[in-house]
């Protein structure tokens, strides 16, 4: 598990028996949100970049085998195209790929190994925040805006492919499901609806206003919220 401290720092525990694994100061950096695979923890910043932290000796460190005085990190801050603040963040399920959204609409994905933009979005429609992400099947992505609108890109083919404002509320989750073919969405009216997650065609719309909210639905799983690794 990763958190971001007050104080500007990341810390890493394990998960099972919460020792802590690592500590490191960001720096002049302002941190704002992360997320990592099993070699790699990108720090989104509140200028907009991307700090990328390599771990130096990954398989020692998730053990919990390396000592305090040990180098844990290789830093290596990366630009990004992000004038605002980086919103939230999102790992490919394979690890390869991190999907990077910003307080200024935009949305950049990138390769984790070659810290390389593979492609970039902008949707002047939305003129708002990107409040969640989730790789979807093939080369696809969706995207969650602050104002409830949904998209739906191939960041191979640089297109966009499906556009929504019928949520007339803020996105709060994103999830895959039925082997990701189906998508769920959650907003903040307590709107839960699902989709073709390739075509984006709704199949169903549930109001659950008075029902239950976002907590019971999915405190299950709150790698939404703070995404992080584990074996």
């Known amino acids: ?71 844990i990190f290789n830093e290596d801050a990366t630009r990004s195209p992000h004038l605002a603040a980086i919103s939230c963040l999102h790992v490919s399920d394979g690890g390869s790929l991190i999907a990077a959204g910003a307080f200024d609409g935009k ?8 810290k390389k933009m593979l492609s970039s979005f902008s949707d002047i429609t939305a003129s708002s925040a990107v409040r969640r992400i989730c790789f979807g ?54 709107i839960v609806s699902l989709r073709d997650a390739l075509t984006g065609r709704l199949q169903y719309s549930l109001d659950t206003e008075g029902e239950f909210g976002y907590s019971s639905l999915f405190d299950t799983d709150r790698s939404e919220i703070l995404p992080y690794y584990s074996d």
């Not at 704002?32 to 932290?53: D, P, Q, Y």
């Not at 949305?107 to 070659?114: A, F, P, T």
């Open 137 to 190: 099947r093939s080369s696809t992505i969706w995207v969650g805006h602050s104002n409830g609108g949904l998209r739906l890109y191939d960041y191979k083919a640089g297109q966009l492919m499906f556009t929504s404002e019928v949520h007339s509320g803020g996105i709060n989750l994103l999830r895959l499901v039925e082997n990701g073919n189906m998508l769920i969405c959650y907003d903040d009216t307590r």
């Open 107 to 114: 949305l950049s994905i990138w390769d984790l190994q070659e």
């Open 1 to 71: 598990m990763a958190a971001i401290t007050t104080d500007n720092h990341v810390k890493l525990w394990n998960g099972a028996d919460g020792a802590l694994l690592g500590t490191h100061v960001c720096g002049d950096i302002v941190p704002t949100v992360l997320a990592a695979n099993k070699s790699t923890i990108v720090v989104g910043s509140e200028s907009g970049g991307l700090h990328h932290m390599t771990l130096t000796n990954p398989q020692r460190f998730w053990k919990g085998e390396m000592g305090a005085n040990e180098n």
